[in-house]
């Protein structure tokens, strides 16, 4: 996997949420397929539910573990957010430019179309592929301290994972590591671990969003019209 290889994750309300365990199977889907790689840099933006959290942190542990990498997330300060993934989304927008989209897949050959040179891997997901990450326990806080005063999880600006088990913080990219301090008794990472299914079944989409959904039909060609009879729905 070269530096210019780009994958994107693309999946429907139907399928999942935007929660932490969302994120944390991606990050660990990516991950899994990295080969002859022994310290991955993550640069992540501060968004405490998709980036900065409890799951996400023991979720990166465990693949420090799983494949023997350090793996050190750096999260981006206020105002200085910009990264190489926005090239990625701007492509992508004006490609989708005035183009008609009827349902998701005419997102997904549009993405995939977007660098014709060197099209982006596109993963197309479903709700089979969530895992409940949420569930693992081998931190139970990643606020550095205690007291009130002390310095909170928005005060972290790096993380350090590493193949012993064992997370470290900086709450300045000049300072040098600090152990993060375990606040329980919590098992260590093992090779036995499992990850359950987030979700057994499809999510079901809100009544009125269904019927809104399926007022739009009106201005959609017919051939599409499977796909939102199809919803889930409460």
Known sequence: ??????????WTESEGELTANSFASCLS?????????????IYSDGCTYQNRNLTVSNTLLRQAFEIKITIIQKYLEK???QMECDSIHSTIERKLRNKPIYCPQN????????RPHQPY???????????????????????PGNRV????VTNIRVIKYTEDGSIQYKLNFSDQYQDLPRRSKVGLPSVDDTIERLYLSQVPIKKA?????????????????????????N
């Open 121 to 143: 891997d596109v993963k197309y997901l479903s709700h089979e592929f969530f895992g409940k990450y949420s569930e693992l326990k081998y931190y139970s806080s990643i606020r």
């Open 1 to 10: 996997m070269d530096s210019t290889h780009v994958t994107c994750y693309f």
């Open 149 to 152: 005063g002390d310095p909170v």
């Open 107 to 114: 997102y997904i050959d549009l993405i995939k179309d977007a």
């Open 209 to 233: 969003e269904y019927q809104h959904l399926q007022e739009l039909k009106a201005v959609i060609p017919r051939d599409f019209h499977p796909f939102y009879d199809s919803l889930p729905h």
């Open 29 to 41: 889907d990516f991950i899994d397929k990295l080969e002859g790689v022994k310290e991955l840099v």
């Open 79 to 81: 105002g200085h957010t």
